[in-house]
């Protein structure tokens, strides 16, 4: 059985990918600094799968702490989610992102290669391909970043690049995740944002609920069809899965894999916010506000090396994330706490 070290594995995506991680068969550590989760979803984890966890309480930074992981388990792969993910902070504190998302992961590297472990799996963004020419965006669309969470993922993965290059046993998969929504069908596990949403799923979620007045939508000025931002939302069941079949396959690869995570269908912010009034039965008042600064009009995938390379298809379509999200939203109004 193969042995998987889950770096964030108390997170959103993480928490949703342990379970699948663990239905197909793969045996997890999770480690976590719970900066941003807590030991709870872990909890609700192990009751949906029915068997205990191991979990470590630890920092990707810290040389000490995964040493002590990899002393004592034998891993094969990891699966890299730990990280800062808030665009915002991002500007205004880009040493933060800058030590913990590639700081991180190359001290990580480093301790997986002392210890004969060099397969990986990222957790890349689309907001590597910065504001795209045109959409659907493939693998090879052009790069740049607009803050630096996101170049914070486009460094890691040219260091993980690099990495390849100077020694190629190195297993790299670089997944660029579009709009990771929804939650797992047990209603247990979700996204759990601290504080006020920045994005568009919670925030829909908890208006529905009835914790925020109204939904701000920034701006219906987009050249898209109804003048708001349209995005690809994929289903973090979903995205899940993609992370399992490239486990799956990542002994097969020759080279480093670069795959986007997405449906390659795109919808506007009042698309959702229909489909959501649909799905709960809830109205969600909304209020047409200014653009923010350095959201783009448009972004979605060309998911169709995906399916070449890995079998992987998103197929859970925008009632079901609506569902799904409301469900867990619904039975957890104040999320973990
Ligand atoms: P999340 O914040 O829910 O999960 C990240 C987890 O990493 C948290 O549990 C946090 O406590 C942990 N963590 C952070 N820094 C750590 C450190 N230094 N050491 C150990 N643990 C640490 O976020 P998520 O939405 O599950 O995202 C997972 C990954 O996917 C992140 O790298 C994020 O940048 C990336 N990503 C997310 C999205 C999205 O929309 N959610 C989109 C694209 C990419
Ligand atoms: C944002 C980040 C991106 C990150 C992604 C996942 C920015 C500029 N981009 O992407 O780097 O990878 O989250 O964490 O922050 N919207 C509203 N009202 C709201 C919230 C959002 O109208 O209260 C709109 C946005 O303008 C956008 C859409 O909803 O058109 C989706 O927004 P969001 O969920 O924040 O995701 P992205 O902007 O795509």
Same mark, same amino acid.
């Given at each position: 059985m193969m042995k998987v070290l889950v770096t964030g594995g108390a997170g959103y995506i993480g928490? @949703?990918?342990?379970?699948?991680?663990?239905?197909?068969?793969?045996?997890?550590?999770?480690f976590d600094n719970f900066c941003n989760a807590s030991l709870e979803s872990i909890k609700?984890?192990?009751?949906?799968?029915?068997?205990?966890?191991?979990?470590?309480?630890g920092d990707v930074r810290n040389r000490d702490d995964l040493h002590t992981v990899f002393n004592k388990h034998k891993i094969d792969a990891v699966? @890299?989610?730990?990280?800062?993910?808030?665009?915002?902070?991002?500007?205004?504190?880009?040493?933060?992102?800058? +030590?913990?998302?590639?700081?991180?992961?190359?001290?990580?590297?480093?301790?997986? #290669?002392?210890?004969?472990c060099r397969s990986i799996v990222f957790s890349s963004s689309a907001t590597v391909y910065g504001d795209p020419h045109s959409t659907p965006i493939d693998e090879n669309?052009?790069?740049? #970043?607009?803050?630096?969470y996101g170049r914070s993922k486009l460094f890691v993965e040219e260091i993980l690049r690099d990495l390849y290059i100077s020694d190629n046993r190195w297993k790299v998969i670089l997944l660029r995740y579009f709009n990771p929504v929804?939650? @797992?069908?047990?209603?247990?596990?979700?996204e759990d944002p601290?504080?006020?949403?920045?994005?568009?799923?919670?925030?829909? #979620?908890?208006?529905?609920?009835?914790?925020? +007045?109204?939904?701000?939508?920034?701006?219906?000025?987009?050249?898209? @069809?109804d003048g708001t931002g349209v995005r690809d939302y994929i289903h973090v069941m979903n995205l899940a899965d993609g992370h399992v079949k490239a486990l799956d396959k990542i002994e097969n690869f020759k080279e480093v894999m670069t795959i986007n995570l997405g449906t390659g269908k795109g919808y506007s912010v009042l698309?959702?916010?229909?489909?959501?009034?649909? #799905?709960?039965?809830?109205?969600?008042?909304?209020q047409i506000a200014p653009r923010r600064s350095g959201d783009i009009a448009k972004c979605f995938a060309d998911p169709s090396y995906a399916k070449k390379v890995l079998g992987w298809e998103a197929k859970k379509n925008i009632e079901e994330m609506c569902v799904d999200s409301w469900r867990w939203q619904s039975n957890n109004p104040d999320g973990y706490n």
């Open positions: 928490s @949703h990918t342990a379970v699948l991680l663990i239905e197909a068969g793969y045996d997890i550590i999770i609700r984890v192990e009751k949906i799968v029915a068997q205990k966890i191991t979990t470590i309480e699966i @890299h989610f730990a990280g800062l993910k808030a665009v915002g902070e991002s500007v205004e504190q880009p040493l933060k992102y800058y +030590d913990n998302n590639v700081n991180g992961t190359a001290v990580l590297c480093e301790v997986m #290669a002392e210890h004969g669309f052009p790069l740049s #970043a607009t803050n630096p929804g939650a @797992h069908a047990s209603g247990t596990i979700g601290n504080g006020i949403p920045n994005n568009l799923m919670p925030f829909i #979620a908890q208006t529905a609920v009835g914790k925020r +007045d109204y939904l701000s939508i920034f701006g219906d000025d987009y050249e898209t @069809h698309d959702m916010v229909k489909a959501f009034e649909k #799905a709960s039965g809830k109205k969600v008042p909304y």
